[in-house]
């Protein structure tokens, strides 16, 4: 009777603290996840230049990524402009739950610059995905995100 209670006890000792440390490591890999994924917020209508190096998100072809997000309304008509002379360019507009707008690899002009034209059904978050083409590199580039006007 008494080594049953001990063990109920036992038991009881060991499952707080295994439980308290599960948590923490849970909460730990969280945090870290949020570390290591944090997209760059831009507004519309903006033009930057920016970098693509070794340090941002690899894309499982030998080349790398770079993640914005921006605020978009339904019904926004979206311009978005991608040019580098360092590396072949794609860009992919991703919708708030995440499955793919739309995406450009090569403009009209006969470039490997990227321009996408897209009209927006759903207001969200969206985020604007700045990659190379395969292994073509990284290094300096330009994006430009435009909201197009209606004409009046």
């Known amino acids: 009777m008494i080594l049953k209670a001990f063990a109920k006890s036992l038991r009881q000792i060991i499952i707080v603290p295994a439980t308290l440390l599960a948590i923490n490591i849970n909460t730990r890999a969280t945090l870290a996840q949020n570390k290591l994924y944090s997209p760059i917020p831009l507004s519309p209508s ?9 340090k941002d998100i690899p894309t499982g072809q030998g080349g790398f990524a770079r993640d914005y997000t921006v605020q978009l309304s339904k019904g926004d008509n979206l311009v978005i402009d991608l040019s580098s002379d360092n590396f ?64 009046k």
């Open 46 to 54: 903006i033009e930057l230049s920016d970098t693509l190096s070794d």
């Open 88 to 151: 072949d360019t794609i860009i992919t507009l991703l919708a708030p739950n995440g499955s793919t707008v739309a995406e450009n690899d090569d403009g009209p002009d006969g470039t490997s610059n990227s321009l996408l034209f897209t009209r927006i059904v759903e207001t969200g978050t969206y985020i604007i995905r700045v990659r190379s083409f395969g292994e073509t590199g990284v290094g300096a580039f330009k994006l430009k995100v435009t909201k197009l006007q209606p004409v």
